[in-house]
Each structure stands twice: as structure tokens, then as C-alpha cells.
């Protein structure tokens, strides 16, 4: 079985926001939860609780992100 890039999603404070999603990728939700339920021997997560997750490992990974990020980071310490 192929590794997803989600973990086991961590229970935090949250805070809450309103979106919307096209029905297509609520669906979409809703099988990687029960797929990551299932890989991580979890019980199955809310969907709702994967957007945040996923958002997180997006970012991280983004290296334009970063590097602006870093940027912006420096300046603004001058």
C-alpha cells in the first residue's frame, strides 16, 4: 500500500473557519479519511479535521512559500 502524506491528525485547539467545497472534493475528503483511518488503524476522522492537516503539509513543502516567507521574515527584523 502506497504511504500518504498525512499522519495520524493531532487533536489541537482549533480554530474554526467557514468553506466552501465543491461537492467533488468533499467526496474526495471522505475517501482519504477512510483510507487514512484504515492505514493508520485510527478510527475514521472527520473529514472536516483533514483540511486543516493538509493545508500545514502543503505549505510546508512549499520551497516558494518558505523562501518568501524567509524573506519577508528577514526584512522586516531590519
Given at each position: 500500500?502506497?504511504?500518504?502524506?498525512?499522519?495520524p491528525?493531532?487533536?489541537?485547539?482549533?480554530?474554526?473557519?467557514?468553506?466552501?467545497?465543491?461537492?467533488?472534493?468533499?467526496?474526495?475528503?471522505?475517501?482519504y479519511a477512510?483510507?487514512?483511518?484504515?492505514?493508520t488503524?485510527?478510527?475514521?476522522?472527520?473529514?472536516?479535521?483533514?483540511?486543516?492537516?493538509?493545508?500545514?503539509?502543503f505549505?510546508?513543502?512549499d520551497r516558494?512559500?518558505?523562501?518568501?516567507?524567509?524573506?519577508?521574515?528577514?526584512?522586516?527584523?531590519?
Amino acid at each position: 500500500m502506497s504511504k500518504l502524506k498525512l499522519g495520524p491528525i493531532v487533536d489541537e485547539k482549533p480554530v474554526k473557519l467557514t468553506v466552501e467545497l465543491p461537492a467533488a472534493l468533499h467526496r474526495d475528503l471522505v475517501a482519504y479519511a477512510e483510507v487514512l483511518g484504515r492505514e493508520t488503524g485510527q478510527a475514521v476522522p472527520d473529514p472536516a479535521k483533514l483540511i486543516g492537516p493538509m493545508i500545514q503539509r502543503f505549505m510546508a513543502t512549499d520551497r516558494a512559500f518558505g523562501k518568501a516567507r524567509r524573506i519577508v521574515s528577514s526584512t522586516a527584523a531590519h
